[in-house]
């Protein structure tokens, strides 16, 4: 498949304020390692191949677990997944499925039920943030298997370690 446009170099500013959105998601307080399943699971329904390859590697330099990344396509039969994690997945896949059944109040309630008024509102942020890129990168057929994380699990290690000197 042959990449028909790059749309960082084509549109600078407006994929600027789609990276704008991603600073913003890393300062809430949502934890990383659930805004990576969030971006993994919309990336999956999407079928963004591109975007799948950095979600999974994004996550497992953050120290993921492999079992946990196989098993975000059936979540729900899957014992590893916090209650807290399986509330941002499904209300992940509502949104992401928006079309079908738009947002049932069940998923609301349940959501809620594990993230404050903000974080819902900051983990809907995250969706829409995927779901634009994922439609970017199957739009322009942004090649998949190139993506090299930015920061390794040892590099991560070495911050934690300067921190605390």
Known sequence: MEQRLDYSKTAPDGIGILRQLERYLKKTG?????????????????GCAYCIDMHTKDARSHGESEQRLYGVTAWREMPFYSERERAALVWTESV??????????????????????????????AVIAINSWNRLAISFRTPAGSYQPGHPVSKKNLLKEAEAD
Not at 36 to 44: F, G, H, M, T, Y
Not at 99 to 112: C, F, G, H, L, T
């Open 30 to 46: 949502l934890e990383p390692d659930l805004v990576e399943l969030v971006k993994l699971r919309a990336s999956q329904i999407n």
């Open 96 to 125: 992401t499925r928006i079309n079908k059944d738009q947002v049932p109040d069940e998923i609301y309630r349940q959501a809620s039920q594990h993230f404050t008024e903000k974080e819902m509102v900051d983990l809907t942020l």
